[in-house]
């Protein structure tokens, strides 16, 4: 039987919503994996629009579910409406959406608080014991969604791993390529775009992360 997994997406483009490279790295290899996907997003106002040609912020509003949906091509959900029974796995992509859209990690840094559709859906897998994959910034939110001991990885950006440290977090240490598991709570994490300087450099981190969650699924 092919596994069920759910994506939370957070707006399209990296530097107001989801990374696309990351997003779309991530639906294609679960697609070449067998794996059945399905979008979700929380049906919020992104926390402001960034012309990612110019890289000024933009004087207009946009909705998080709404942005992702061109990611997901329309096949995308409320998160309200994701039920952890119905899945297998939940990963999460990275982009400044996850700390500003799904979190005010970008605003509050340690004290921030995750959007709460978003920390139910999360915390579901976590209480079932079902594996997740926490991709670039998204490990940000891993201490409010697993709590303090949780072991992850953002790289080696010394600003954010001390942020991480202060909000309970464990952190490793990870090469772009590479992927830090924390075995106890089936998190996997990969630095991506925190490190890269390609597609295919974020590709072999995020495809090894995408494998090993799909691997834990058969865990017991």
Do not use: W
């Not at 707006?11 to 989801?18: E, F, R, T």
């Not at 400044?96 to 340690?110: E, H, I, R, T, Y």
């Not at 490190?195 to 969650?213: E, F, H, P, W, Y």
């Amino acid at each position: 039987m092919n596994k069920k997994v759910a994506v939370i997406l957070s707006g399209c483009g990296v530097y107001d919503g989801s990374e696309i490279h990351e997003s779309v790295i991530t639906l294609l290899r679960l697609d070449q994996r067998g794996a059945e996907v399905q979008c979700f997003a929380p049906n919020v106002n992104q926390l402001h629009v960034v012309d990612h040609y110019s890289g000024d912020e933009a004087d207009e509003t946009r909705n998080v579910l709404v942005e992702s949906a061109r990611i997901a091509r329309g096949k995308i959900k409320d998160v309200r409406e994701l039920h952890v029974a119905d899945f297998d796995a939940l990963i999460m992509p990275g982009g400044f959406g996850v700390a500003k859209n799904l979190s005010d990690f970008a605003l509050s840094g340690a004290t921030c608080t995750v959007q709460p559709d978003v920390l139910n859906a999360a915390q579901g897998f976590v209480k079932a014991e079902k594996p997740v994959g926490l991709i670039c910034i998204a490990p940000a939110l891993a201490a409010k969604i697993f709590g303090a001991g949780i072991v992850c990885t953002v790289g080696n950006d010394h600003d954010t791993v001390a942020t991480l440290e202060q909000m309970g977090a464990v952190h490793k240490e990870c090469e772009v390529t590479e992927i830090i598991e924390d075995p106890l709570h089936k998190l996997v994490t990969t630095p991506a775009y925190m490190l890269a300087q390609s597609i295919s450099q974020a590709a072999a981190g995020i495809n090894k992360l995408v494998d090993r969650v799909l691997e834990l699924t058969h865990a017991d």
